[in-house]
């Protein structure tokens, strides 16, 4: 792994600079000061970026995103290789794009075919986020 792939969970301090870097790169997504987001960052720049929404039953990984000028150098993998020891302690989900299905594979989650399984209220926000990203899939995390 690069030397300067260091994931951290951010400190209240850093929750400004996490809320610029999603408007600036997710612009849906809405950090909570409440909801642990782990970074990946250089100094003040934040490279890439990852938030646990914690649900009733369960956990939804959600908000992964990397900068555009260090996509596709392993920040996002590092990200959720760091969390794993978080995942494992919980039901862990994430929703995603079709195209992101071998990613999260790699990193240790499952596709769902019987979505009727997932706990109530992640389904139903499954069920909401179709009416904009008719393709969206979910994932469960198994190891």
């Known amino acids: 792994m690069n030397s300067s792939i260091d994931p951290r969970p951010v400190e209240a301090l850093w929750f400004p600079l996490v809320k610029k870097f999603y408007q600036a790169y997710y612009p849906s997504a809405k950090p909570n000061k409440s909801e642990p987001v782990w970074v990946?960052?250089?100094g003040a720049l934040i490279k890439s970026a990852v938030r646990l929404k914690p649900l009733t039953h369960c956990v939804l990984l959600t908000g992964l995103v990397t900068?555009?000028?260090y996509r596709n150098r392993g920040y996002a993998a590092a990200l959720l290789a760091a969390l794993k020891p978080?995942?494992?302690k919980q039901a862990s989900y994430c929703l995603n794009q079709p195209e992101l299905i071998e990613f999260y594979q790699r990193s240790g989650?499952?596709?769902i075919g019987n979505e009727n399984i997932l706990p109530q209220d992640l389904y139903g926000r499954l069920q909401r986020y179709r009416a904009k990203q008719p393709n969206l899939v979910a994932m469960?995390?198994?190891s």
């Open 67 to 69: 900068h555009p000028d």
């Open 109 to 111: 989650f499952e596709l």
């Open 140 to 142: 469960r995390f198994v």
């Open 86 to 88: 978080t995942l494992e």
């Open 40 to 42: 990946i960052k250089d």
